[in-house]
C-alpha cells in the first residue's frame, strides 16, 4: 500500500523572519484536507497535517508529500515542499495560489496541479504509484458539482477543533458578478454552479455536527438554488453562516427562509459608501442609497453580520476613512472589516494598475498577513493609507463603540457578534495587526 502525506501549510508572521503562525485550537473545522483525502483511492494510506494546530513530521515514512497553498501560506509551502524534497520524497503542489504563480510553482515542486481536482487527482495518484509523475496536471473542465465525495473527517485529530466545531461546506463555486478586483472567479471558472441539495444536506448529515459555515464566494448566486436548500435545512435544526451579495437583504421571502432555517451570521461585501468607488469595482449590484435600509432590517431580524470594506479606490478623499466609521457606527453595523484594495494577478485592477506602472512590490502580494497597502493611491501615500486603515480598526473596535453597537448577548446571534468584536479589539491592539486568527 502507497502513503500519501497532505499538508496545509501555516503562514509566516512577517516579512524579515520566519515565525511560523500557530493556534492551539481552531473553530473552523478545515475542508480541504478531508475532500483530497475522500478523493484518494483506497489502496493508499492517507496522512493529513494542518499546520496551524501540528509539527509537520519530516521524517515520516511516504511515497508523495501533497501540499495545498494560498499566496499567504505560499513561502511556508516553498519551504515545507523543500524539506521534503531533501529528503528524496517527490512533492506535488495544488492550491489558487499555484492556478496564478504556476511557473514561480514549479520551481519547488516535482509536479503541480493546476484547476479542480476532481478530474487530476486519481491520476496525480497513478502516475505517482508508478514513478511517472508529470510537471503538470491540468484539469480541463469544470465540474458539474454533482455527486462530490464526501469529506473524509475520520483523518483529522477532531479534538484539535475545539468543543464547539464548525465544519466547511461547500454547495456551489464560482459567482455570477465580475467585480474588477476579484480573483476567485477566475480560478474557479467563469458563471456560477452548485450542488445538488440533497448532496449538501447529506454531507451535513454525516458531520454530526451543528454550525456550519458555507464557503461559497456567494452562497445566494442562484435565488432559486439557495431557496431550496434553505428549505431542506429547516428540519436539520442547524446554525450556519454564509456570504451573499447585499442586494439580496431586500428579498423579504429569502431573508425570512434565511431566518427560519437557520442563519447565524452573514458576511456582506458594501466595499463603500461612495458610489464612483463602486462603480470604478464594477461592483453595480450595490446601491448605496438603499444601505440605511438593508442595515435596519437586518437590525430588525436580529441577524449577526459583517461588512467588508475597501480603501485605496482612485477619486477617494481624505474624508472617506472618518465618514465610513461614523456610518457604520451611526448604523450600529456589529462587525467590519477595513481592507486596502489589493491588485491580484490576473484581475482587470491588477492589469490596470501595472499598465499604470502604479504597483508595488509585486513579488510581496498576498504574502504577509495584516492590511499591506501594495498600489499608488491617489488620495495619499501608501503608508498613509495603511495608518489610516489601523486607525478604523483601532476606532470601530474600541470599547465606547463596542457597547454603543452591539445589542445585549443574550442570543446565539448576539453572542456571536460581540465574539468577533472581542478578537477584532485583540487584533487591532497588535502592533502590525500580524495575525487574524483562524482561516
Known amino acids: 500500500m502507497k502513503r500519501i502525506l497532505i499538508i496545509q501549510p501555516s503562514y509566516y508572521r512577517s516579512k524579515g523572519r520566519k515565525t511560523i503562525a500557530r493556534l492551539s485550537r481552531r ?29 509537520i513530521e519530516f521524517d515520516t515514512p511516504t511515497d508523495l508529500v501533497a501540499i495545498t497553498t494560498w499566496t499567504l501560506t505560499s513561502l ?45 487527482w486519481g491520476r496525480i495518484l497513478e502516475d505517482a504509484a508508478t514513478g511517472r509523475l508529470q510537471p503538470i496536471y491540468r484539469a480541463d473542465k469544470l465540474h458539474d458539482l454533482k455527486n462530490l465525495s464526501f469529506p473524509r473527517y475520520d483523518v483529522l485529530k477532531m479534538n484539535r477543533y475545539g468543543r464547539i466545531k464548525t465544519f466547511a461546506v461547500q454547495t456551489s463555486r464560482g459567482c455570477p458578478f465580475k467585480c474588477d478586483f476579484c480573483s476567485e472567479r477566475l480560478y474557479l471558472g467563469e458563471g456560477f454552479r452548485y450542488r445538488p441539495v440533497e448532496d449538501v444536506v447529506e454531507e451535513i448529515k454525516r458531520c454530526k455536527g451543528r454550525y456550519f459555515l458555507f464557503a461559497d464566494s456567494n452562497f445566494g448566486g442562484d435565488r432559486n438554488h ?19 451579495s447585499l442586494y439580496l437583504c431586500k428579498d423579504e421571502a ?133 495608518e489610516h486603515v489601523k486607525k478604523l480598526y483601532r476606532s ?9 453597537r452591539l445589542p445585549a448577548p443574550i442570543t446565539e446571534a448576539s453572542l456571536a457578534s460581540w465574539f468577533m468584536n472581542m478578537s477584532q479589539w485583540l487584533n487591532s491592539r497588535k502592533p502590525d495587526f500580524e495575525d487574524f486568527g483562524d482561516f
Open 27 to 55: 473553530k473552523l473545522v478545515p475542508l480541504v484536507l478531508p475532500y483530497l483525502a475522500s478523493l484518494t483511492p483506497n489502496d493508499w494510506e492517507v496522512t493529513v497535517t494542518d499546520e496551524l494546530l501540528e509539527d
Open 76 to 120: 511556508r509551502a516553498y519551504d515545507i515542499a523543500q524539506e521534503f524534497r531533501k529528503r528524496g520524497k517527490p512533492v506535488v503542489m495544488g492550491g489558487p495560489h499555484v492556478f496564478f504563480h504556476t511557473n514561480e510553482a514549479m520551481l519547488y515542486a516535482d509536479a503541480i496541479a493546476i484547476g479542480e481536482g476532481e478530474y487530476i
Open 226 to 244: 439557495a431557496m431550496e436548500l434553505m428549505e431542506a435545512l429547516i428540519p436539520l435544526k442547524i446554525r450556519w453562516s454564509a456570504l451573499w
Open 254 to 386: 429569502f431573508m425570512d427562509l434565511a431566518c427560519r432555517s437557520g442563519l447565524l451570521h452573514l458576511n456582506l461585501g458594501m466595499e463603500s459608501i461612495n458610489p464612483e468607488s463602486l462603480r470604478l469595482m464594477n461592483k453595480k449590484q450595490n446601491k448605496v442609497d438603499e444601505y440605511r435600509q438593508i442595515l435596519n432590517g437586518l437590525k430588525k431580524r436580529g441577524i449577526s453580520y459583517s461588512l467588508n470594506l475597501i480603501f485605496g479606490l482612485d477619486g477617494e478623499n481624505m474624508q472617506m476613512f472618518e465618514a465610513t466609521v461614523e456610518f457604520l457606527k451611526k448604523n450600529k453595523a456589529p462587525v467590519a472589516y477595513f481592507n486596502i484594495l489589493t491588485p491580484h494577478k490576473g484581475t482587470p485592477f491588477y492589469d490596470r494598475m501595472m499598465k499604470e506602472n502604479r504597483i508595488l512590490n509585486p513579488e510581496d502580494i498576498g504574502r504577509w498577513p495584516g492590511e499591506r497597502c501594495y498600489i499608488k493611491p491617489t488620495c495619499c501615500s501608501p503608508e498613509e493609507l495603511e
Open 396 to 404: 470601530f473596535y474600541n470599547v465606547p463603540s463596542i457597547f454603543s
